[in-house]
């Protein structure tokens, strides 16, 4: 399968993650069992998923001028991705994301965006000589939408694929730019915010996503955590069974699943073919602690797949 090369103009954030025993109640104090530091950011970590699986990874993003941000450079200089068109902006300080982990998997997060905020329509333009060699562009919403919608009139100017995972979602989010997205990836919660519809039941969200398709939406991939996920075209839907793990810590596993469809997909690899292994991928990185350092090598992921009979 040929090595893509995929563009990720996106957030780059240090997550400060407390492993609780329970989530804390609104104005309580706890005692937590551990502590640990790691790389995230949902642009960085589908840069990180796409890039250990052997894609060549562009990285547009922007740091602060602090201790977080060159230490983020030296991470993705360490997953070989290429860093001419990570922006450092003096003053302001690196993304940070305080998260909490309960005993269950689940995560609860509060980013601060500092220069991820800074990230502009003018930087999407600098990259553009780079941007026109790559098979796809993958966006989400923790840098201003204006970038986001420049990446996406870029991508159509110039014949490059775009995916587009609205997290965090806002209501803000203008459909028209989504309908000019070749694949639109929410979790079910996004869905829920970005269609007004329920997204309890399998029902639900297939009710909701085609209620995008029905707006002009070219493909919906809704991903559903332990229960897979599910793909809506014009031609109808399908699911994408999940694969079972005992979840340990599920932070980053959005941006696993986005970064492994763009790698699969982007080798030309059958859509059906992507999506399973992307989900596979997603399921692995849920039995480690923490975001990037959660997701497995090429040769990892295969290791783990061998283990499920599945086929490469
Ligand atoms: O999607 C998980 C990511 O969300 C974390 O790495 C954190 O940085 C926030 O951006």
Not at 33 to 48: D, H, L, T, V
Not at 203 to 210: P, T
Not at 212 to 237: D, K, N, S, Y
Request: glycine share 10%; aromatic share 6%.
């Amino acid at each position: 399968m040929s090595k893509p090369r995929i563009a990720v103009i996106g957030s780059s954030n240090t997550d400060l993650v407390t492993y609780v025993n329970r989530m804390p109640a609104p104005g309580e104090t706890i005692e937590a069992p551990s502590f640990e530091m790691g790389f995230g950011g949902k642009g960085a970590n589908q840069a990180a998923a796409a890039a250990k699986l052997g894609a060549e990874v562009v990285m547009v993003t922007a740091l602060g001028d602090d201790l977080f941000g060159d230490n983020t450079m030296r991470n993705f200089a360490a997953l070989g991705m290429d860093t001419s068109h990570v922006k450092r902006v003096a003053g302001t300080p690196s993304g940070v994301a305080t998260i909490l982990v309960d005993a269950s998997g689940e995560n609860c997060i509060v980013i601060v965006k500092g220069a991820n905020g800074e990230l502009s329509p003018a930087d999407v333009e600098r990259a553009g000589a780079a941007l026109k060699t790559c098979d796809l562009i993958l966006l989400q919403l923790e840098v201003p939408l204006e970038t986001v919608y420049a990446a996406i009139r870029f991508g159509k100017a110039h014949g490059v694929k775009t995916v587009l995972n609205p997290a965090p979602a806002t209501p803000a989010l203008d459909i028209a730019y989504v309908r000019e997205v070749d694949y639109f990836i929410p979790n079910e919660s996004e869905l829920a915010i970005l269609t007004g519809m329920p997204t309890q039941t399998d029902a639900d969200v297939e009710a909701a996503a085609k209620s995008l398709i029905a707006q002009g939406v070219q493909a919906v991939i809704v991903t559903l955590g332990g229960r897979g996920a599910l793909l809506a075209t014009a031609e109808g839907t399908q699911r994408i069974a999940p694969t079972p793990v005992t979840p340990l810590d599920t932070t980053g596993a959005g941006d696993a699943f986005v970064g492994a469809f763009a790698r699969f997909h982007g080798s030309r690899a059958s859509l059906d073919e992507a999506l399973t292994r992307a989900a596979r991928y997603a399921a692995d990185s849920v039995t480690r602690k923490g975001a990037q350092g959660s997701y497995a090598t090429e040769a990892e992921f295969e290791t783990f797949e061998r283990g499920l009979g599945g086929r490469r």
